[in-house]
């Protein structure tokens, strides 16, 4: 089983929409939390960046971790065609030089 | 600031060839990690460099070796290559190894 598990999707919301991202994980160890948007051919991006439990919120991005469960999620409102690509999550323990990714969700969102 | 800067882009080899792949950090980071993209495993740790020592290392074969300057450049060789090792091939650096990590645009490696 892996360490960290994505919902794979993938996902079509229309324009708008409010859309959830999930990720579970194994490893209690993991402190640092990572949103990152992959546009095709392209690398990853850094959306968002969490250290241990807690909300947090950038523009239309909002990110929560809750440890107890071992859960990850983003919430991107209002969501524009421009917000379609694949969102991978990813963790870390003190060490973020060494992230393990989940596989990733492809998100469309149709005008 | 300038991003994580990778060449070449693409790249086409055949079987049995060895490669190298050359990653530029953003200024002021000390930090570089490797990372191996593709389809069926998406994206896995190759290793992770910090003031030219390999800090941590992934479960891939001897084939697959690096090393960092001390400029903090770091360059990725795989030698012997394997229909397998067609992947994306992303570098990421870091300021330390608590700070959040920047992809560059990564290398596409495809062998024939």
């Known amino acids: 089983q892996k360490e960290v598990e994505q919902d794979p999707g993938p996902l079509s919301v229309p324009e708008g929409a409010i859309v959830s991202l999930n990720c579970t994980y194994s490893?209690?160890?993991?402190?640092?939390f990572m949103w990152y948007r992959q546009y095709s051919r392209k690398g990853p991006e850094l959306l968002m960046y969490t250290y241990s439990s807690g909300n947090k919120e950038d523009g239309r991005f909002t990110a929560q971790v809750d440890k107890s469960s071992k859960y990850i999620s983003l919430f991107i409102r209002d969501s524009q065609p421009s917000d379609s690509a694949t969102y991978l999550c990813?963790?870390?323990?003190?060490?973020?030089?060494?992230?393990?990714f989940g596989d990733g969700t492809t998100l469309t969102v149709k005008p | 600031k300038a991003g994580v800067t990778q060449t070449p882009r693409y790249l086409i080899k055949t079987r049995g060839q060895q490669v190298t792949l050359s990653c530029s950090p953003i200024?002021?980071?000390?930090?570089v990690s490797w990372y191996q993209q593709t389809p069926g495993q998406g994206l896995q740790f190759l290793f992770e460099y910090f003031s030219e020592t390999q800090r941590n290392k992934g479960n891939f074969p001897g084939r697959f070796s690096g090393r960092q300057f001390s400029n903090s450049r770091s360059e990725m060789n795989v030698s012997t290559l394997e229909l397998g090792d067609s992947a994306l091939y992303l570098c990421?650096?870091?300021?330390?190894?608590?700070?959040?990590?920047?992809f560059g645009p990564g290398t596409r490696l495809t062998v024939l």
């Open positions: 200024s002021g980071h000390r930090s």
């Open positions: 990421a650096s870091s300021l330390d190894q608590t700070d959040t990590q920047y």
């Open positions: 490893n209690s160890a993991f402190q640092y």
């Open positions: 990813a963790m870390s323990d003190t060490n973020a030089g060494k992230s393990t």
